[in-house]
């Protein structure tokens, strides 16, 4: 048996951002000592930790120092490369491992990972030219979506491809690299499952919530999602297939689209805490940060018990285009709950913080947390 690291020990964080500053505080809450490594400095995660180290993720040295000052590692930005986790992992556990990384942080590799697991996933195919393009665009048909294969997230790096638009264009939006050739489905609309594993192989879940998305960035999840309960049963199977069959020691987030027809495909993997299982922070018994903190840390699992339904509103930059938001509208909400995640600049589609409201159903606390937010710019 693996022996569990217990309060009063230090837990490193590679990367900095508000996913960081979360698991700090569920950490520091229960008595460990937070260190945490990115090139920045006061950001979301350092305001919080103990320690905030600044240094470049190509500073295999300075990764290793890093390491040599805590007792386990784990990550919030799942771009760390290969050679980071593996110098970290050379001198402490580092959970999830590395492993895991390299198989979700490229999409082609992710999809023929899911699809090796006889997991359904949009129909793709692998592009490496335009001419590679031309001639896969007759077999997926159209519309379809060119993403790039490495580092894309929120949107990034994507390139719808329409009854009458330009291959070459779509290539180069796309990045001119490695990418995917998706077909674009009719959605209904989109899930996730938010799902830990610990040391000893226990699975626990937070169950099927709804994903509304604006601008290809999260907008709104509702927790559970109002979904066919097979579809819901469905998405938990395959999470745990997935997370199983990666040998998960942590939280892993399964994206999944809904089609019109209610089929269920795999979008994509985030190997640790989501923005989609934010609401657990106040909804749950024990909160997606916790949860990651307990598997890294090789303790029990702790419940994944909603104790009401919930829903969360992201909080982005643009919300601060006409002067700072109206905090005091949203403080005066007795049952709304902010979170603000101490980033100094507001940016168009920077995720600043989020709201979380509970009520009898999720689509009643769905429609609390967004006219709480609207209240924040009403004139
Ligand atoms: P991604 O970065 O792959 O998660 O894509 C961001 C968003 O774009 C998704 O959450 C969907 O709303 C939309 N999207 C991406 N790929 C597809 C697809 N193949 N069919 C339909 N919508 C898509």
């Known amino acids: ?53 600044r240094g470049s993720w190509n500073d295999l040295d300075a990764v290793r120092a890093f390491a040599s000052r805590v007792d386990v590692v784990t990550f919030e930005f ?28 490229n999409r082609l590799r992710e999809k023929r990972f899911l699809a090796g697991l006889g997991i359904p996933v949009t129909p793709f195919a692998a592009i490496g ?36 638009s330009d291959l070459r264009t779509a290539w180069i939006a796309a990045g001119s690299g490695e990418s995917v050739l998706e077909a674009f489905v009719e959605l209904e ?32 999840t509702t927790a559970p999602a109002a979904v066919d309960p097979a579809v819901a049963r469905d998405a938990v199977d395959i999470a745990r297939t997935v ?67 919930a829903a969360m509103a992201n909080l982005l930059g643009d919300l601060w285009s006409g002067g700072a938001p109206r905090w005091e509208r949203v403080c005066a909400m007795a049952d709304v709950k902010l979170h603000l995640y101490g980033k100094a600049e507001a940016r ?7 709201l979380t409201a509970m009520a009898a159903t999720g689509e009643e606390a769905a429609a609390r947390v967004r006219a709480a937010r609207a209240l924040l710019t009403a004139i």
């Open 129 to 164: 030219s335009v001419a590679e393009l031309e001639r896969e665009i007759e077999r997926i048909g159209r519309p379809a979506v060119l993403k790039s294969a490495g580092f894309g997230y929120d949107g990034k790096g994507q390139s719808k491809i329409g009854p009458g």
């Open 243 to 309: 997370l199983e069959a990666l040998g998960v020691v942590g939280v892993l987030c399964v994206e999944f689209f809904v089609s019109k027809s209610g089929a269920l495909m795999v979008n994509e993997l985030a190997p640790r805490p989501h923005n989609s299982g934010h609401f657990t922070f106040d909804a749950c018994v024990t909160s997606q940060f916790e949860q990651q903190l307990r598997a890294v840390c090789a303790l029990p699992l702790g419940s994944t018990e909603q104790l009401r339904p």
């Open 78 to 105: 799942e771009n760390v490369s290969s050679e980071s986790t593996a110098a970290a992992e050379a001198v402490v556990p580092v959970r999830p491992a590395g492993s895991v990384l390299h198989t979700t942080q």
């Open 348 to 354: 168009p589609g920077r995720k600043m913080g989020h």
């Open 189 to 220: 609309c989109e899930i996730s499952v938010v799902a830990a594993r610990g040391i000893d192989g226990t699975f626990a879940h937070f169950g099927a919530v709804r994903n509304d998305h604006a601008h290809h960035i999260l907008d709104v």
């Open 1 to 53: 048996m693996t022996a569990p690291i217990l309060p009063g020990s230090t837990v490193g964080v590679l990367g900095s951002g508000q996913l960081g500053r979360m698991f700090a505080i569920a950490a520091r809450r229960m008595g460990y000592r937070v260190h945490t490594f990115s090139p920045d400095y006061d950001t979301p995660t350092g305001q919080v930790a103990d320690v905030e180290v």
